[in-house]
């Protein structure tokens, strides 16, 4: 199987508007989770930094 190293910056794609601008929202467990392919595929680790 496969191996995924996701590293989880807090970049525009974790983010959500806070009324102040974007802010890290989501860690990279919960990224990885919203595609559903990762774990049929290859088994995976996140990580931030």
């Known amino acids: 199987m496969k191996r995924i190293l996701l ?3 807090g970049g525009t794609i ?3 508007e806070d009324g ?5 929202a ?11 392919e990762i774990s049929a595929s290859a088994s995976s680790t996140s990580c931030s930094p």
């Open 20 to 24: 102040n601008g974007l802010s890290p």
């Open 7 to 9: 590293i989880a910056t």
């Open 26 to 36: 989501l860690t990279g467990e919960e990224l990885a989770q919203s595609v559903p």
């Open 14 to 16: 974790a983010s959500t």
